[in-house]
T-cell receptor, first 110, second 111 residues
Framework: KAGVTQTPRYLIKTRGQQVTLSCSPI?????VSWYQQTPGQGLQFLFE???????NKGNFPGRFSGRQFSNSRSEMNVSTLELGDSALYLC?????????FGPGTRLTVL | QKEVEQDPGPLSVPEGAIVSLNCTYS??????FMWYRQYSRKGPELLMY????GNKEDGRFTAQVDKSSKYISLFIRDSQPSDSATYLC???????????FGDGTTLTVKP
């Protein structure tokens, strides 16, 4: 069974730009969550989508947004990038009590 | 104060030792408790999950939950160098899709 896939794996952007990250969940999983991981703040919840609807949202500014498509694939967008947005962005798909992570997209903002 | 506090480490043990990793939490609504292992430059890998107080065993790993004390632990028996990684505890209220994580404990098992 294929795991969670994320593209791209690495990304370098400059301040003020915007970026879109993509996630394909495990087949059959309808919930997709996004997390930001940094050395200083650890793993923080961004938002969760279930059946194309945002089900939960973390404490991040509105520059962070996402969406989910009918095939459960999800995208995350960050607009007006700031230096502090440099992080590993992790996508996870889940079924009730089991959550599985992808390898992440490492975003560097210069 | 954070909802989930994890023993910070780092932890260094000899091969074959028993390792204890611990987290405390303040949100009594947490129902699902998970442990993840994360190798450098990789995504977290789900090791174990449970939703009841008591012990759950899987091979060399035992997850322990004490809801009355708001305390969870992961024990690793006969630790191996391949166990060297960062271990993250995570908890959620209704389902795993919205989890709150501890900051992680970095474990090194020396041959």
């Amino acid at each position: 069974k294929a795991g969670v896939t994320q593209t791209p794996r690495y990304l370098i952007k400059t301040r003020g730009q915007q970026v879109t990250l993509s996630c394909s969940p495990i087949s059959g999983h309808r919930s997709v969550s996004w997390y930001q991981q940094t050395p200083g703040q650890g793993l923080q919840f961004l938002f969760e989508y279930f059946s194309e609807t945002q089900r939960n949202k973390g404490n991040f500014p509105g520059r962070f947004s996402g969406r989910q498509f009918s095939n459960s694939r999800s995208e995350m967008n960050v607009s007006t990038l700031e230096l502090g947005d440099s992080a590993l962005y992790l996508c996870a798909s889940s079924i009730v009590d089991e959550q599985f992570f992808g390898p992440g997209t490492r975003l560097t903002v210069l | 104060q954070k909802e989930v506090e994890q023993d910070p480490g780092p932890l260094s043990v000899p091969e074959g030792a028993i390792v204890s990793l611990n987290c405390t939490y303040s949100n009594s609504a947490f129902q699902y408790f998970m442990w993840y292992r994360q190798y450098s430059r990789k995504g977290p890998e789900l090791l174990m999950y449970t939703y009841s107080s008591g012990n759950k065993e899987d091979g060399r790993f035992t997850a322990q939950v004490d809801k009355s004390s708001k305390y969870i632990s992961l024990f690793i028996r006969d630790s191996q160098p391949s166990d060297s990684a960062t271990y993250l505890c995570a908890m959620s209220e209704v389902h795993a899709g919205k989890s709150t994580f501890g900051d992680g404990t970095t474990l090194t098992v020396k041959p």
